[in-house]
């Protein structure tokens, strides 16, 4: 059973595949967090003193998850609990306000192969328009109905989540920037508050929705980490708390500060998911977790993910059906199985400054339409895929120049442009209509849509930014379950939208701009914190790099790469002939480890390497990128069996399990700069 229920304690227990959740409704019909760690049965749970608030609400000392505002000017929640409600692995809490026409559903859910306890709110106006006062939750009073009127709502969080009472907490978390995403922040929690939050109206580069809390002690592989993360595209903000007192948790969900939303009598709203988990074998243990319940339940295509090539790093703006078609034939002789042809192929864009919105083929560079492109590609032996930003337009170009009141505004204030570019009004249900047209129109022909957003949203109306992410949602569900072949992989200016909601919608995220693969290795074991590698786009690019201007080998490119999703953004026709060939070579050698890599453990071994086990089979992937951390120090492997012998299968060395985890693997010439190595073992025997 995933829930258990004590009717005299008022209490529930969930049990998730290594650990448990409790929540107990208090005397004063508060819910309240009960529980949150390792294992426990209903009898021990019920002996727990009731902890923090599930949903805070306003007049205490936390930050509120619940801030609204009746129509006569009432604040607050009274609650009063009207019953629970379990459906295999959901568990409901209803509550309402004992004076308002107001109603809150807690949800739980909880399965036997995941760890992740996923949580979220809806919140209903029960009052009706015509005020005779009937309706649920009206508290015994259904004389004395104030606040008939809309309700305005400044806070609707997913969740609170406690923590237990412990001396010290240390929160981890990443912060970034374009081209610098993904940088893992570890530090002492301060007693105060931490906000995380993106107020860009995407998920945003500069932080990430998730969190880890321990105590200070927890190591890669062993000790308590509490982590949560939030399934949402848009603005978010997540508060951190402790007090003096020991007392700690965090409370997060959708929309930043300042924006209000409102309620009509008899109107409901839900919020995204905010899940959490609970590992007891430290950070690694954390993320393989997450790793776990991402693949099993939130990315909809567990099949084979194909080696892309893309080509905006070869090409830019400056494409032509020829010039694609000789990228495509030396990347199809490389094993490449899917061609995304990036920017520039459309209406009159030939830079960033013109032409976003016009989503047609460009007929100078495409006269033919973009089918002979698709039928050469199909030809050689790929898939094709193709670059939209559905959400962005240029003003020069024709469809702001028909719609110029379709994008994101204020009321007497400049339209500012980054990128040269506006943000079109998703939560328009015309807007989200003419999208959803030309899109389904182009998910018929191709296999693959890169979707982009290249800048902020920074002026938008307060009902608009809630709205624009669901349109946004509704739209690509739309093309997922209309066209189920198709494959869309999330992008931001890189690595600006990756997050559990986006995740539920696409089979991978464009990690960054960045693919120096020396600052790649930073940016990749930040995203590995909760996202698995099958999700995790990388290229291998040219040297020296575009964006560090620093060369790397061929090889050291391809390793780093290998350790995600493996793509080739580089110019093809400048690569000689021996790296063509070694390109092809690694290309098959990625494809042989790709099941381990994409569907195994990882163990992030420090920062110079990367493990991963998938039934007798380990993949290790280790670089030395530069001068700078120059270690000789091997790396010890984790996660094998002590007893068990692993042969490797290019050197046939056997080595044991027990060895390999005490002293390491040895080195081949090291430590060199630039020095990288992929190691394939097999599990022989098992003791
Ligand atoms: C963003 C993306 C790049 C590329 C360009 C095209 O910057 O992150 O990969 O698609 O847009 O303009």
Known sequence: MLVHHSPTARLWLLR?????????????????????????????????????EELIGEGGLATPSLQV????????????????????????????????????TLHYRVREDSDAIERHVTLRHTGDSAGDGAGHGAGGSTGDRSGHGPLTITRLD?????????PDYRLSHVSGAWGGEFRVRRGRAAIGETVLTSRAGHTGHHANPWLMADDGSATEERGEVWSAALAWSGSWRITFGRDHEGLAGWSGGFGHEGVTLTLAPGEEIGTPVFAGVYSAEGFGGASRRWHDHIR?????????????FNSWEATE????????????????????????VDDGWFGGRTSDERGLGDWWPNPGRFPDGLDPMIKAVGDLGMAFGIWVEPEMVNP????????????????????????????????????AAWAHGWLDALAAKVAFLKWDFNRPITQAADEAWIPHVR???AILDRLRADHPHLRIEACAGGGGRADLGILARTDQVWTSDNTDAAERIAIQHGFGQIYPARAMGAWVTDSPNAISARPAPLRLRFHVAMAGHLGIGGNLMAWSDDDLAAGAELVALYKDIRPVVHDGDQYRLGTRGVQYIHGERVVVLRWQPSGLDRSAVPLRLAGLEPGARYRDVDSGRTHHGAVLMAHGLPLPMWPFDGVSDLVRLIREDSP
């Not at 295999?88 to 004076?99: A, I, Q, T």
């Not at 010039?323 to 061609?339: H, K, N, P, W, Y």
């Open 471 to 473: 349109n946004v949602y």
């Open 16 to 52: 998730a595949a290594t650990s448990s959740y409790a929540v107990r409704i208090g005397d004063d019909d508060t819910p309240r967090q009960v529980h949150w760690g390792r294992p426990m049965t209903l009898e021990q749970a019920e002996t727990i003193p009731a902890g923090a």
């Open 317 to 340: 703006f400056d494409i032509s059906q020829d010039r694609q078609l000789e990228l495509a034939e030396r990347a199809a002789a490389m094993g490449v199985e899917l061609f995304v």
């Open 296 to 308: 099993r339940h939130v990315l909809k295509f567990r099949d084979t993910q194909p080696v892309i």
């Open 396 to 431: 020069d170009s024709d469809l702001y120049r028909a719609h110029p009141d379709w994008v994101h505004h204020l009321p007497h204030r400049e339209r500012t442009t980054q990128r040269n570019q506006l943000v079109l009004d998703f939560s328009r249900d015309d807007v």
């Open 69 to 104: 505002r009746h129509a006569d000017g009432g604040r607050g929640v009274d609650w009063r609990f009207d019953g629970h409600e379990i459906d295999g692995g959901h568990l409901r809490l209803h509550l309402s306000d004992r004076h308002y026409p107001l109603a809150v």
């Open 158 to 166: 997913s969740a609170a989540w406690g923590l237990p009472v412990l």
